[in-house]
T-cell receptor
Framework: GEDVEQSLFLSVREGDSSVINCTYTDSSSTYLYWYKQEPGAGLQLLTYIFSNMDMKQDQRLTVLLNKKDKHLSLRIADTQTGDSAIYFCAERVSVPNSGYALNFGKGTSLLVTP | KAGVTQTPRYLIKTRGQQVTLSCSPISGHRSVSWYQQTPGQGLQFLFEYFSETQRNKGNFPGRFSGRQFSNSRSEMNVSTLELGDSALYLC????????????FGPGTRLTVL
């Protein structure tokens, strides 16, 4: 399928805000997601946003959606060293036989320095 | 509630062999999806099972197959292993009412020598 685009790397200082950006491909995607992957682990669902929303806030996480530009961002407030991980953006896309699957970006590696 | 579990966590096989990976979904979840994660291709959808039936399939060769049991546990099988099958295989489960929420297991790391 087409590529979901993310920048590969982001470095921030502890206590600062982090913003991870993503451009997705399917304008009909109904759900857009952010997953977190720590070394040697699976994917942790951080948050998701329905396509009729512009913004969703969940504690330190804020998701912004610009449907016109097919742009999704994840802001992490007061970033901590424990937030260091790879963050994946994903869109829910239709697949043959009336199903759905997640189409992932390549991931943004976030490094938080003390 | 226990999360998605996958066994084994690590596996080493040689080319030409076959392998079976297992996934137990979150209790009450009936949809199970499988993904392959490699450094080069990233995360790619393999297939989805619901109520013991394969609903969707990604763009993978027929060597990759799966099944789901009546208790929603799922297995995937890869026959005639190739070096390029080395990857982290991730399983995700969803509930019927919140099918858009997929929760992933820790994965099985398969190395093909």
């Amino acid at each position: 399928g087409e590529d979901v685009e993310q920048s590969l790397f982001l470095s921030v200082r502890e206590g600062d805000s982090s913003v991870i950006n993503c451009t997705y491909t399917d304008s009909s995607s109904t759900y857009l997601y952010w997953y977190k992957q720590e070394p040697g682990a699976g994917l942790q669902l951080l948050t998701y946003i329905f396509s009729n929303m512009d913004m969703k806030q969940d504690q330190r996480l804020t998701v912004l959606l610009n449907k016109k530009d097919k742009h999704l961002s994840l802001r992490i407030a007061d970033t901590q060293t424990g937030d260091s991980a790879i963050y994946f953006c994903a869109e829910r896309v239709s697949v043959p036989n009336s199903g759905y699957a997640l189409n992932f970006g390549k991931g943004t590696s976030l490094l938080v320095t003390p | 509630k226990a999360g998605v579990t996958q066994t084994p966590r690590y596996l080493i096989k040689t080319r030409g062999q076959q392998v079976t990976l297992s996934c137990s979904p979150i209790s009450g979840h009936r949809s199970v999806s499988w993904y392959q994660q490699t450094p080069g291709q990233g995360l790619q959808f393999l297939f989805e099972y619901f109520s013991e039936t394969q609903r969707n399939k990604g763009n993978f060769p027929g060597r990759f197959s799966g099944r789901q049991f009546s208790n929603s546990r799922s297995e995937m099988n890869v026959s005639t292993l190739e070096l390029g099958d080395s990857a982290l295989y991730l399983c995700a489960s969803s509930a019927i009412k919140t099918i858009y929420e997929q929760f992933f297991g820790p994965g099985t790391r398969l190395t093909v020598l």
